[in-house]
């Protein structure tokens, strides 16, 4: 790992270790997440969309670049805060947004509703409602790779405010003394709910906890896919490598609410967190893959345009499906 | 604002009613505390010194870190079992904290606390501990917020010796329990059902405390019982209204205490009705309604017209689907249909 | 070492009979794990290496890691909620983890990841998540455990909806039970009385399996019907012979899986006999005793010929004194006492 | 607090800071614990007492002289290896004794046992059954002291596995961020059951995790009454001063298994484990403290005899002890 694993202040990019394919791929789902999540946040306060919405929107430099780098047998685990790691791991739009949707067609049938979102066969083992409740998971998930040698590793994401639950002590102890495949990537966007994260965490940050266990640890600029890519692509790597596990702290924020409806009047209005709010991984990305020659503006015009389109399609598909059967209320308990 | 005048009843939203009990008590108790995840919001935001953000996430407790400050108004990093054993360990020695588990379902984070060491502790200490804590938490499906965030959990720890446990159906049921649960030297758990916090009644402004342990005959009548928890006593009502239709007349019990239940009421009401049916949300094994089926069906043996009937939620986590999750909760119609013998019998008794 | 014949059943303890399930099952398929504290122990010992240092704090594990390693039997640190979480996300990526919880009492430590996650992931994710996962535990009092070690929670976990809840009584159920459990594609808790483990018993070397959801009617009879759940069946057999000194003929039924229990062996009885009488370990309230309680009395209401009564400890802690202790579980005198009018009844039927 | 804090060796004695009526106490309180427990050891074996049995023998050099420097008001919190916690409050030998014994007399009229022992009436609020159970009720206690500023402080016991729950990093993280007067104290036996700490850690050393609540922390001789008492002492001062919680590891040794009927195979016959665990904290104490003068030989002398027959009496005490009458059986269950 390079040194930017142990240091204090954000790496940043040295050279572009992103394949052109990737980037576009990574710039298509980025535009996904950002255009289903201001399509949700739309439908939601027409009303169409009931229940709790937590939109990942403004930190989608953290989950695509990172699963950029995994296979379908790798495994992720998400949080509440799931639609952008559905995304990146290659979840149907047109599955997600009917799910969020509550219809039979959505990708748990209606069933799981937005904190629910998952896709077994795609790796993506579920949003998860319960703070903190995907880490041990994870190194379930992780030990399995161990056990039956299949090479894949595991991707735990988990936000700042689920640092401080329990399970996250017990999840980097097992995963360490185990050596398993697998890596914490830490989504800090400064809050859990309305209580910022230097409150709520004794250490300044979450990276530096990792040497408590006994593992490497990094912080990065959760804005910058470049960033993101690299470091946690070497914890990646390493997990590959059979090496262990690791703790990366992906700095980023919200662009919206805790959830839909908050306020967010603890946001600052100015000074460094206003100016980090107002950094945009999106546009920030295009311009940097654009002038490195990842792909160009013509592509990325086309990129846009239909990612647009999926979205578009993925309403009408959510919007034209059938509700569930009353007798699915009682299906699917037992196997 | 509203009313002023002592003994007088406003009207008040079902959070506001706690809002207010809590307030209130929070002024003559020192050693009351709130502990939870943003029930202020927003602590270190310098923009919010001494301000809220959010008041609760559902704004129950919105004001108070405004008077009581964050010494007592404390904002917890989401560490429910860290929280939830440092009020157990507070209550021991003295204070009377208030936790609040926002979401039933996030029980199995901070279960030890409860069924570890709190309902135990004066027991294995032979007496010589006292526990006054009351949990806050929320119950019930009707939000859309699926499996995780829906659940009614209230019977698990009601199954746990030491722990009492309320479940409020109305602003005022809700203000008057909670303030009797904050004068309890033992372990109350107070579940409110998260769809009744815009819910309207009257309350008195000044305190008031009702009996915990006491269930509340809101109709009497004299066919049949019907016996709610929660929310389930408007759902009891429009049974009742619909069966009136029939000539029937049904005696409508609101439990209020889910542990200690007030059997010596159900008692009285059997022995005079002969028939009763439960409502209770949860999921119906090892029930709150079939412990109280099973009780009653045992001491009123001869007094039972017909079998005791308990209606639930089926054996199955909370749909997110709006279609399915109305499917879920007990609904006056599913009442009707599930206890169409008995209520058939009846009603056939009445027209003959 | 004892009898090698295929069919032939020896006398295997009931400690011995587990281990031999995970044993046989292990080898055939290895996806299957154990996880827990100290179920090899003394992990990283060098004089020890290879070898365990106690095969489980009670022993029921001995052995294995010699046979399948230490990445099969994997002693875990003291960290039930991150071990049990990752048996739930071994199960759903395609192993069958059987985490060991050393005594039910620690449910409190992870309780999330079968509350939370596994009881619902199947249904949360619309049929698309399979959870192979088998829980054993340990409960009961009757150890001078006292309170934090002795409880009876299975009533607890088979209130949960996706979570099937198993309770063997002697190494024959306990293997057969086991080697189902370790077939099923769903979650099981498979909850040992910690009394039982010296208890001796029958066994056949080779595999078998009972069925999960089905009771066994241990001995017939025609005036009475006792339930039992684990342990209790030695008190119900007990009390059966008891009376049969006044004619009464018992069946006493032995549920074995407590979730879903077996509704139809329950009915038939009772229509048979008109009378039943349910032996629980567990507190009274919301048990699984109450709730088979509440069902029967309302499915055979038109068959009873006395109220049910439900057998249980006391609304209490367990409690250490051994005199006390004796007092808490169920005994053949407290079901002649607790059931005095209903066995009066029968007897005073016979004499007549 | 002095450098030992973050020193990766275990301190040593510099000076002695240990008042000489302190001494005594200490000496005799020492003695109580390792009387108590032999004879507990005795009875156990004899089949006079039932249940589990976790002796503290071997240890007594860690509870004794921090609670040595509490008052009655001061709490601490303690484990299922709770006798010398309790010993060291100051709790009767003849209630506790009875109380193992299951008598009506007992310090929770019988129904608690060896691993329930508590009178909270001197700040001991229980032995605790639950693995890292006590580190939240000791994080609640502190709690207690600031908001009633009663200038009290609580001391909480666990052991190296207990470091491993979830309790331990929410623990910790509160009593950080709220500046609570608490102090932790690891004592850490090597083992937790017949499981090496070293095994179950990631982190080598418990006392190295501090830095992830970012609070003091300290590794100490658990065998050495005065590095213990010193170190401790420090970090009680702290406390008191509203500067704080802090972490300290005691390394010590179990004399005897993890339970009465371990045959303790796990146990290293020769080499450095060893050595260590022949080391008796109580005579290197009291060599020690004649050589400093802090009591002499006479004393030491009389006070072991008089610890001798305090023990004897306590066991004359239970075994003559009526047994609890039935109705205590539901009684106790609420106030
Ligand atoms: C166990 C549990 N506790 C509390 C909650 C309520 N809750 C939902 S999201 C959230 C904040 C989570 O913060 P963080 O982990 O930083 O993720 P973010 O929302 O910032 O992405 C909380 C407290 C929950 N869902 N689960
Ligand atoms: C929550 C919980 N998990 C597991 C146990 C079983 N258990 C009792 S003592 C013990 C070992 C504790 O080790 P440590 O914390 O180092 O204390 P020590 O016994 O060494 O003093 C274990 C695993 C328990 N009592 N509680
Ligand atoms: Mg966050
Ligand atoms: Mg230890």
Same mark, same amino acid.
């Given at each position: 790992?390079?040194?930017?694993m142990t240091?204090n202040?954000?790496?940043? !990019?040295?050279?572009?270790?992103?394949?052109?394919?990737?980037?576009?791929?990574?710039?298509?789902?980025?535009?996904?997440?950002?255009?289903?999540?201001?399509?949700?946040?739309?439908?939601?306060?027409?009303? *169409?969309?009931?229940?709790?919405?937590?939109?990942?929107?403004? *930190?989608?430099?953290?989950?695509?670049?990172?699963?950029?780098?995994?296979?379908?047998? @790798?495994?992720?685990?998400?949080?509440?805060?799931?639609?952008?790691?559905?995304?990146?791991?290659?979840?149907? &739009?047109?599955?997600?947004?009917?799910?969020?949707?509550?219809?039979?067609?959505?990708?748990?049938?209606?069933?799981?509703?937005?904190?629910?979102?998952?896709?077994?066969?795609?790796?993506?083992?579920?949003?998860?409602?319960? $703070?903190?409740?995907?880490l041990?998971?994870?190194?379930?998930?992780?030990?399995?790779?161990?056990?039956?040698?299949?090479?894949?590793?595991?991707?735990?994401?988990f936000?700042d405010?689920a640092a401080n639950e329990g399970t996250f002590h017990e999840s980097l102890n097992?995963a360490s003394?185990?050596?398993?495949?697998?890596?914490f990537v830490c989504?800090n966007?400064?809050?859990?709910?309305?209580?910022?994260q230097?409150?709520a965490s004794a250490s300044p940050t979450i990276a530096e906890r990792a040497s408590a266990y006994n593992m490497p640890g990094a912080q990065?600029?959760?804005?910058?896919?470049?960033?993101?890519?690299?470091?946690?692509?070497?914890?990646?790597?390493?997990?590959?490598?059979?090496?262990?596990p690791s703790l990366i702290e992906?700095?980023?924020?919200?662009?919206?609410?805790?959830?839909?409806? @908050?306020?967010?009047?603890?946001?600052?209005?100015?000074?460094?967190?206003? !100016?980090?709010?107002?950094?945009?991984?999106?546009?920030?990305?295009?311009?940097?893959?654009?002038?490195?020659?990842?792909?160009?503006?013509?592509?990325?015009?086309?990129?846009?345009?239909?990612?647009?389109?999926?979205?578009?399609?993925?309403?009408?598909?959510?919007? =034209?499906?059938?509700?569930?059967?009353?007798?699915?209320?009682?299906?699917?308990?037992?196997? | 604002?509203? @009313?002023?005048?002592?003994?007088?009843?406003?009207?008040?939203?079902?959070?506001?009613?706690?809002?207010?009990?809590?307030?209130?008590?929070?002024? =003559?108790?020192?050693?009351?505390?709130?502990?939870?995840?943003?029930?202020?919001?927003?602590?270190?935001?310098?923009?919010? %010194?001494?301000?809220?953000?959010?008041?609760?996430?559902?704004?129950?407790?919105?004001?108070?870190?405004?008077?009581?400050?964050? =010494?007592?108004?404390?904002?917890?990093p989401?560490?429910?079992?860290?929280?939830?054993?440092?009020?157990?360990? !507070?209550?021991?020695?003295?204070?009377?904290?208030?936790?609040?588990?926002?979401?039933?379902?996030?029980?199995?984070?901070?279960?030890?606390?409860?069924?570890?060491?709190?309902?135990?502790?004066?027991?294995?200490?032979?007496?010589?501990?006292? &526990?006054?804590?009351?949990?806050?938490?929320?119950?019930?499906?009707?939000?859309?917020?699926?499996?995780?965030?829906?659940?009614?959990?209230?019977?698990?720890?009601?199954?746990?010796?030491?722990?009492?446990?309320?479940?409020?159906?109305?602003?005022?049921?809700?203000?008057?329990?909670?303030?009797?649960?904050?004068?309890?030297?033992?372990?109350?758990?107070?579940?409110?059902?998260?769809?009744?916090?815009?819910?309207?009644?009257?309350?008195?402004?000044?305190?008031?405390?009702?009996?915990?342990?006491?269930?509340?005959?809101?109709?009497?009548?004299?066919?049949?019982?019907?016996?709610?928890?929660?929310?389930?006593?408007?759902?009891?009502? %429009?049974?009742? %209204?619909?069966?009136?239709?029939?000539?029937?007349?049904?005696? $409508?019990?609101?439990?209020?205490?889910?542990?200690?239940?007030?059997?010596?009421?159900?008692?009285?009401?059997?022995?005079?009705?002969?028939?009763?049916?439960?409502?209770?949300?949860?999921?119906?094994?090892?029930?709150?309604?079939?412990?109280?089926?099973?009780?009653?069906?045992?001491?009123?043996? @001869?007094?039972?017209?017909?079998?005791?009937?308990?209606?639930?939620?089926?054996?199955?986590?909370?749909?997110? !689907?709006?279609?399915?999750?109305?499917?879920?909760?007990?609904?006056?119609?599913?009442?009707?249909?599930?206890?169409?013998?008995?209520?058939?019998?009846?009603?056939?008794?009445?027209?003959?």
């Amino acid at each position: 790992m390079t040194s930017a694993m142990t240091d204090n202040v954000p790496a940043t !990019a040295t050279g572009c270790a992103i394949p052109p394919e990737s980037a576009k791929r990574i710039y298509a789902r980025m535009n996904d997440i950002r255009n289903f999540e201001n399509k949700v946040r739309e439908c939601f306060a027409k009303g *169409e969309i009931p229940g709790f919405v937590h939109l990942y929107a403004g *930190e989608e430099a953290v989950a695509v670049p990172i699963c950029e780098q995994l296979t379908d047998s @790798d495994q992720i685990t998400s949080t509440h805060r799931g639609h952008g790691h559905c995304v990146a791991k290659g979840c149907e &739009l047109n599955g997600m947004m009917a799910e969020i949707y509550g219809r039979a067609t959505g990708l748990c049938k209606g069933k799981g509703g937005s904190m629910h979102i998952a896709d077994v066969s795609k790796g993506m083992l579920g949003a998860n409602g319960m $703070v903190g409740g995907g880490l041990p998971l994870a190194v379930g998930a992780a030990l399995r790779n161990r056990n039956l040698k299949t090479g894949d590793i595991t991707v735990c994401f988990f936000g700042d405010g689920a640092a401080n639950e329990g399970t996250f002590h017990e999840s980097l102890n097992l995963a360490s003394i185990w050596k398993l495949p697998v890596v914490f990537v830490c989504e800090n966007n400064g809050f859990g709910e309305a209580t910022p994260q230097r409150y709520a965490s004794a250490s300044p940050t979450i990276a530096e906890r990792a040497s408590a266990y006994n593992m490497p640890g990094a912080q990065v600029d959760g804005k910058s896919v470049v960033d993101v890519y690299t470091t946690v692509g070497e914890a990646i790597e390493r997990a590959r490598n059979g090496e262990g596990p690791s703790l990366i702290e992906c700095h980023t924020y919200r662009m919206y609410g805790h959830f839909e409806g @908050d306020e967010q009047t603890y946001k600052a209005k100015e000074g460094d967190e206003k !100016a980090f709010a107002d950094k945009d991984c999106i546009p920030l990305f295009k311009e940097y893959a654009v002038k490195h020659g990842l792909f160009s503006q013509h592509d990325a015009d086309e990129i846009e345009e239909a990612s647009i389109e999926r979205v578009e399609e993925a309403l009408r598909f959510a919007q =034209e499906s059938p509700l569930p059967s009353a007798d699915s209320l009682f299906e699917d308990v037992f196997s | 604002m509203i @009313d002023e005048g002592i003994g007088m009843a406003r009207t008040l939203s079902f959070s506001k009613a706690i809002n207010e009990a809590l307030a209130q008590a929070m002024r =003559e108790d020192e050693t009351i505390i709130l502990l939870g995840e943003d029930l202020a919001g927003g602590h270190g935001v310098a923009h919010l %010194e001494g301000k809220g953000a959010w008041g609760g996430v559902m704004g129950v407790t919105k004001g108070l870190v405004e008077e009581f400050g964050e =010494e007592r108004v404390i904002d917890t990093p989401i560490s429910e079992m860290g929280y939830m054993g440092a009020a157990v360990g !507070a209550a021991a020695t003295g204070m009377h904290p208030v936790p609040e588990l926002m979401f039933n379902d996030f029980l199995g984070f901070c279960l030890d606390p409860l069924l570890g060491q709190g309902s135990k502790m004066r027991y294995m200490f032979g007496g010589k501990a006292s &526990l006054p804590l009351t949990v806050r938490t929320t119950h019930g499906a009707g939000a859309s917020a699926a499996a995780q965030h829906s659940g009614t959990y209230y019977g698990m720890l009601a199954a746990i010796p030491g722990i009492k446990v309320v479940v409020p159906s109305t602003p005022y049921t809700a203000k008057g329990l909670l303030l009797a649960a904050l004068k309890e030297p033992n372990i109350v758990v107070f579940s409110e059902d998260k769809t009744l916090y815009s819910s309207k009644g009257e309350v008195p402004e000044e305190q008031y405390t009702l009996e915990i342990g006491k269930a509340e005959v809101v109709q009497e009548g004299a066919d049949l019982t019907i016996v709610t928890i929660g929310k389930m006593l408007f759902v009891g009502l %429009e049974v009742a %209204e619909q069966l009136k239709a029939s000539g029937i007349s049904t005696e $409508v019990i609101d439990l209020l205490t889910v542990s200690p239940w007030d059997r010596e009421t159900l008692e009285a009401s059997i022995q005079k009705t002969g028939r009763m049916i439960i409502i209770d949300e949860a999921n119906p094994h090892n029930s709150v309604g079939r412990d109280i089926a099973a009780v009653i069906s045992d001491v009123a043996f @001869d007094y039972l017209d017909a079998p005791i009937k308990v209606v639930s939620a089926p054996d199955t986590p909370v749909p997110f !689907a709006s279609n399915l999750e109305k499917l879920y909760i007990p609904s006056a119609q599913r009442v009707l249909s599930e206890a169409d013998e008995l209520i058939f019998d009846l009603r056939s008794a009445k027209e003959a």
